[in-house]
């Protein structure tokens, strides 16, 4: 069976990607030597099974985050037969750097410019044939989202699956450091890939003004996190009221009338014990619920990742990252939501 690795930038729609091309039918498990999970799902290409890897985002494959770290690993010490490289196509002037690092390391590569649509909202103008040309690999626009230049992708994949010799391991000391592949990638792109002179600024470029603001942005952040705890507690409580009222229904003319002939200490273990136990829990979920409701639409809109941003100084003298802020703020909210539910 062949195996190919799936390599992309954070933020690129690299898992899209993946869930498109698997059906979403991946599997995680431990690799030798690894502390972490490396997603990696089977499908048919060009007539072979062919395993996918999906590996952790990276910036540069010379840098020293852990995640960056991985992927060398990975890459060093497991035999592949290609790589899939995911790109955003509308920011290739910054991404690009990380193709010619994985085009070095000597792997069969797919390069897979994602995004297309966004790419045409900006007005990007990009000549595929001639990027793919100075390449010397096969390039696909697509968009994984609206499953766009899909048939052009999946034909490519199984070329390259079945001309897809033995087996190699990456030669990572082949690999150029970031400045030299900075000053490749700019030669590469002189002539086909541009951005318009002046794009209209997008209604996300207004909001960002004032949510990534050097003064006003961290004031504004904790602002809103306020808001989104406050809306959880009315939001959840009605609810949650509903939920308690319905459990002590239950418990007055349910569980009473049953248990009544039963000793008054095995009464006391079921109603006060076990019973209330339980309804306290569950008078929990609307509030639990709700509280999850609303961070995963914050998160869905970007604003943890620019939350992130915003913090990475701060969490920086703690020996963290701006990403570290982010579990912070989910244990706050756990321990903002306890007095709110009136229970516990």
Same mark, same amino acid.
Request: charged share 15%; aromatic share 6%; net charge negative.
């Given at each position: $069976?062949?195996? @190919?690795?799936?390599?992309?930038?954070?933020?690129?729609? %690299? &898992?899209?990607?993946?869930?498109?091309?698997?059906?979403?039918?991946?599997?995680?498990?431990?690799?030798?030597?690894?502390?972490?999970?490396?997603?990696?799902?089977?499908? +048919?290409?060009?007539?072979?099974?062919?395993?996918?890897? !999906?590996?952790?985002?990276?910036?540069?494959?010379?840098?020293?985050?852990?995640?960056?770290?991985?992927?060398?690993?990975?890459?060093?010490?497991?035999? @592949?037969?290609?790589?899939?490289?995911?790109?955003?196509?509308?920011?290739?002037?910054? /991404?690009?750097?990380?193709?010619?690092?994985?085009?070095?390391?000597?792997?069969?590569? /797919?390069?897979?410019?994602? $995004?297309?649509?966004?790419?045409?909202?900006?007005?990007?103008?990009?000549?595929?044939?001639?990027?793919?040309?100075?390449?010397?690999?096969?390039?696909?626009?697509? &968009?994984?989202?609206?499953?766009?230049?899909?048939?052009?992708?999946?034909?490519?994949?199984?070329?390259?699956?079945?001309?897809?010799?033995?087996?190699?391991?990456? /030669?990572?000391?082949?690999?150029?450091?970031?400045?030299?592949?900075?000053?490749?990638?700019?030669?590469? =792109?002189?002539?086909?890939? &541009? +951005?318009?002179?002046?794009?209209?600024?997008?209604?996300?470029? %207004?909001?960002?003004?004032?949510?990534?603001?050097?003064?006003?942005?961290?004031?504004?952040? @904790?602002?809103?996190?306020?808001? +989104?705890?406050?809306?959880?507690?009315?939001?959840?409580?009605? =609810? /949650?009221?509903?939920?308690?009222?319905?459990?002590?229904?239950?418990?007055?003319?349910?569980?009473?009338?049953?248990?009544?002939?039963?000793?008054?200490?095995?009464?006391?273990?079921?109603? !006060?014990?076990?019973?209330?136990?339980?309804?306290?829990?569950?008078?929990?979920?609307?509030?639990?619920?709700? @509280?999850?409701?609303?961070?995963?639409?914050?998160?869905? &809109?970007?604003? +943890?990742?620019?939350?992130?941003?915003?913090? !990475?100084?701060?969490?920086?003298?703690?020996?963290?990252?701006?990403?570290?802020?982010?579990?912070?703020?989910?244990?706050?909210?756990?321990?903002?939501?306890?007095?709110?539910?009136?229970?516990?």
């Amino acid at each position: $069976m062949k195996r @190919f690795a799936l390599i992309g930038l954070p933020n690129t729609g %690299k &898992s899209t990607l993946f869930n498109r091309l698997t059906g979403l039918s991946q599997r995680v498990g431990n690799w030798p030597g690894l502390t972490v999970d490396l997603a990696s799902a089977k499908l +048919l290409l060009g007539g072979h099974m062919v395993e996918l890897v !999906d590996l952790p985002g990276v910036n540069d494959l010379t840098g020293y985050t852990d995640d960056e770290a991985v992927v060398r690993e990975v890459l060093g010490s497991t035999a @592949f037969d290609g790589v899939l490289l995911v790109l955003n196509a509308s920011q290739l002037d910054r /991404q690009l750097p990380l193709a010619v690092q994985v085009m070095a390391t000597g792997l069969p590569c /797919q390069v897979v410019l994602n $995004m297309a649509d966004e790419a045409r909202l900006l007005g990007v103008e990009l000549d595929v044939a001639g990027l793919a040309e100075r390449l010397q690999a096969p390039v696909a626009l697509v &968009s994984a989202k609206r499953v766009e230049g899909w048939p052009k992708l999946m034909a490519q994949l199984n070329t390259l699956a079945s001309r897809a010799g033995a087996a190699v391991q990456a /030669q990572l000391e082949q690999v150029p450091d970031t400045r030299q592949a900075i000053s490749q990638a700019q030669g590469l =792109l002189r002539g086909v890939w &541009s +951005l318009p002179a002046q794009m209209p600024p997008q209604l996300t470029e %207004k909001v960002d003004h004032w949510l990534m603001h050097p003064w006003l942005g961290l004031p504004l952040f @904790f602002v809103l996190m306020a808001l +989104l705890f406050n809306a959880t507690y009315m939001i959840g409580t009605p =609810l /949650q009221d509903v939920v308690s009222s319905a459990l002590d229904w239950v418990k007055l003319h349910a569980l009473v009338p049953w248990l009544t002939p039963l000793l008054t200490i095995v009464q006391s273990l079921l109603l !006060d014990g076990i019973w209330q136990g339980v309804s306290t829990v569950l008078t929990f979920a609307p509030i639990l619920c709700v @509280f999850f409701i609303l961070m995963a639409m914050v998160e869905d &809109s970007g604003y +943890l990742a620019r939350a992130a941003y915003l913090t !990475d100084a701060l969490m920086a003298r703690l020996g963290l990252d701006g990403r570290g802020f982010v579990m912070q703020l989910m244990g706050f909210g756990c321990n903002v939501l306890k007095p709110f539910s009136g229970r516990g």
